[in-house]
């Protein structure tokens, strides 16, 4: 079978590399892939939401399965597309990736269906959020609806500040039409937690647990990122007992609130989840894989991910499992300087081939023989051992042999979990 794999990102490399292993994969393509996807399929230089010419290309190359990566593909209604034109594919409808392109939906759907979530509310007028905002406690999470690249998140330290987000938010719609509306939130407090699971629309698999780390700089301090690094399994922060509730109190629900709504979703679902003394409550919902976390899920992963994306496709994941290495694994991000501000490209990589953990290119391109930075998070080296301190040692290592100008990346990666 041929796989194509829509998007440039460290996560799709991720996909493409475990679906390259796959017996049943004859070829792997990447539209548009990166420098370092180019090692493991041939990139098409076709932009992720250009969805006809994609169309036109599965059908002429005559694609098994297409994989979509980015959120906003699937926002965009990639998935009813391909559908419409007898093509398979891999992620929730337009109708069903609500849940993640719209905040306000998806918090609908979790306070209906008893899934917890943080005490707040939701708005389309400036005004009103402003008058909700002064009857809160601070701190206060505002967050802009719509997806803003993992940066519609501004946790406020008061109500001048809060006030200043949603005027940002709303009025000069620093993220677009993002900003459309605003969900206001308590501030919750606890450890962050990542889970994956494919859902066919009757059930779920779960995967084991995750944590990526969002801050730019140690100790989780400065801007948000699209994430800095990752580890698995997180055993620590969401043990046995945590995640039995995790999935009564998450997943149960929302299988039974896509019942109850008559939503038809088939994916990846990834519940960004905060533990709290009081249990898992859920931050918002994710329609796709992670990214760091599917880099090191990947790299866990034993059994054929082509089979299980087939079975999540065909409603067929209550007769299958999923086998996965008992190593932990870390991957840690290095970023262009000023991520996630303004930052150059066209850096050159060095150090690559001396490393023995897995790279995979976030933001490369590759000129001759060599590879130039060309994005904000660039490679994220992730390793396997025995244990969790042992694979943190083992991706740090590799992290330092390679360099390029400007590199910049955390050195506290799964301390946490330690």
Not at 254 to 277: E, K, Q, S, V
Request: charged share 25%; net charge neutral; glycine share 12%.
């Amino acid at each position: 079978m041929k796989v194509l794999v829509i998007g440039s990102g460290g996560r799709e490399h991720a996909l493409a590399w475990k679906l390259k292993q796959s017996p049943r994969v004859a070829e792997v393509f990447c539209a548009p892939g990166n420098g370092g996807i180019a090692q493991v399929a041939t990139c098409v230089p076709l932009a992720a939401n250009d969805h006809g010419a994609l169309v036109q290309f599965a059908k002429r190359e005559g694609i098994g399965l297409t994989v979509v990566g980015p959120d906003d593909a699937l926002a965009g209604g990639i998935v009813d597309h391909f559908e419409s034109e007898g093509l398979r594919i891999f992620g929730p409808t337009k109708s069903a990736a609500r849940l993640e392109s719209s905040k306000v939906f998806a918090k609908q759907f979790m306070l209906r269906h008893g899934i917890p979530t943080a005490a707040g509310g939701q708005f389309s007028d400036p005004a009103e959020a402003c008058a909700f905002i002064a009857k809160m406690a601070v701190p206060i999470v505002v967050k802009a609806s719509g997806l803003a690249l993992g940066k519609g998140v501004i946790i406020a330290q008061t109500h001048a500040e809060a006030d200043a987000a949603v005027r940002e938010i709303m009025v000069e719609r620093k993220f677009g039409d993002a900003g459309t509306e605003v969900v206001i939130e308590e501030f919750l407090d606890g450890l962050e937690c990542s889970i994956h699971a494919l859902v066919d629309g009757r059930g779920y698999l779960l995967f084991p647990s995750a944590q990526d780390h969002k801050r730019a700089l140690d100790g989780d301090r400065g801007l948000n990122t699209g994430g800095m690094g990752t580890f698995s399994p997180a055993d620590k922060i969401l043990p046995p007992a945590m995640e039995k509730r995790v999935r009564v109190e998450v997943m149960d629900r929302f299988i039974t609130g896509l019942r109850a709504d008559d939503l038809d979703f088939r994916g990846m679902l990834f519940p960004g989840l905060m533990i709290t003394p009081n249990g898992p409550k859920v931050l918002e919902f994710n329609c796709r894989f992670g990214d760091p976390e599917t880099q090191v899920l990947m790299a866990r992963l034993d059994s054929d991910l082509l089979d299980l994306l087939d079975a999540t496709i065909d409603r067929r994941l209550g007769k299958c499992g999923a086998r996965w290495l008992p190593s932990p694994a870390v991957c840690v991000i290095m970023a262009s300087g000023g991520y996630p501000g303004g930052y150059e490209k066209g850096k050159p990589i060095t150090g690559l081939d001396s490393v023995d953990a897995t790279v995979f290119h976030a933001g490369t391109k590759r000129e001759g023989d060599r590879y130039l930075t060309n994005g904000g998070r660039v490679l994220g080296v992730t390793a396997l051992a025995a244990t969790l301190g042992a694979a943190r040692e083992r991706a740090y290592a590799d992290v330092k042999k390679i360099h390029f100008e400007g590199a910049h990346y955390r050195t506290d990666i799964a301390a946490r979990g330690l």
